[in-house]
Every structure is written in C-alpha cells, then in structure tokens.
C-alpha cells in the first residue's frame, strides 16, 4: 500500500527548532516549524530510506502486527517492535481515502 503522509528527513527539508527525544530504534520526537507555525512530531530513522520506511508500513500494516485500533486507523508494529500510527483520510476531491502513517516514539520489545 502506498502512504502519502510520513516524516522523514530523507523526504523534506524542515527546520527543526528542537529535537525532544530519541527511542533506541532511531525514531525521534522534533518540534519543526513549517509555514509559519511550530508543530511537534515524530521521524522514522535517519539511517531509513524511502524503501525501507515503505517495508517497515507494508509490514506493520498487516492485520496480524496490529496492536490497537482507533476510529479512523490503528497502530501496526514492525517485527524490531518499531509501533507506527496510521490514519486514514476521505478526500472528497478523489473520492478515496488517503493513507496517513507515523512511527510512535514508544516501542514494544520484539518477541522471539
């Protein structure tokens, strides 16, 4: 599946105005500012390229790596026990739903 939405230094050009913290798998918590404001948010790995962060989802995503549920998504973990978000989008534009996904900064320890 095809994800428009996810932070990753390999893909934008964002300033950071602080880097809070960083969980053992190299996923990271920034405040960025972007057009004018400041938001908090999370980033897959430096060290991930689009390809790696596209397997890294398509895993997660599997209804087996599923943790939790929410209304509009649920959260998938990786087999590292990477946890990444997804929320899904109607564009009424296309009338279909768009793919949102970000990596949590907590981790879950990988079963053997």
């Known amino acids: 599946m095809g994800f428009r939405g996810y932070h990753s230094k390999q893909r934008q050009q964002l300033t950071t105005i602080e880097r809070l913290r960083t969980n053992t798998f190299g996923v990271y918590e920034e405040i960025i500012a972007n057009q004018g404001y400041s938001k908090l948010v999370t980033f897959f790995p430096d060290a991930w390229t689009e390809e790696i962060i596209q397997a890294k989802a398509d895993e997660a995503y599997l209804p087996e790596n599923r943790v939790s549920t929410h ?3 649920f ?3 990786t087999s590292e026990g990477v946890l990444i978000a ?3 989008n109607y564009d009424n534009t ?3 739903y768009e793919a949102i996904c970000y990596p949590l900064i907590e981790t879950i320890t990988a079963q053997p």
């Open 86 to 88: 997804f929320w899904f």
């Open 94 to 96: 296309t009338n279909n």
């Open 71 to 73: 209304e509009r998504g």
């Open 75 to 77: 959260v998938g973990k």
